[in-house]
């Protein structure tokens, strides 16, 4: 349970410090970007994590509907 935990929570963590971090900053191109970077970094693991997630929960109800049969 702590693995999902830590899957879904860490990418948001990151997001949210990422917003934080742009509202707070200054007009510096180079900051955004970096920011804006981390932030895609952050939800390509989220989407990755979440889809792996799916993918388990529907092998769950497969097997649970295979077992009612």
């Known amino acids: 349970m702590f ?6 929570r860490q990418p948001v963590t990151q997001l949210m410090g990422m917003t934080e971090l742009l509202a707070q900053t200054s007009d510096s191109l180079h900051s955004i970007a970096q920011i804006v970077d981390y932030m895609k970094t952050s939800t390509v693991m989220l989407d990755n994590y979440t889809r792996e997630l799916t993918q388990h929960i529907e092998n769950i109800a497969k097997k649970e509907k295979l077992a009612k049969q």
């Open 3 to 8: 693995d999902i935990s830590h899957g879904l």
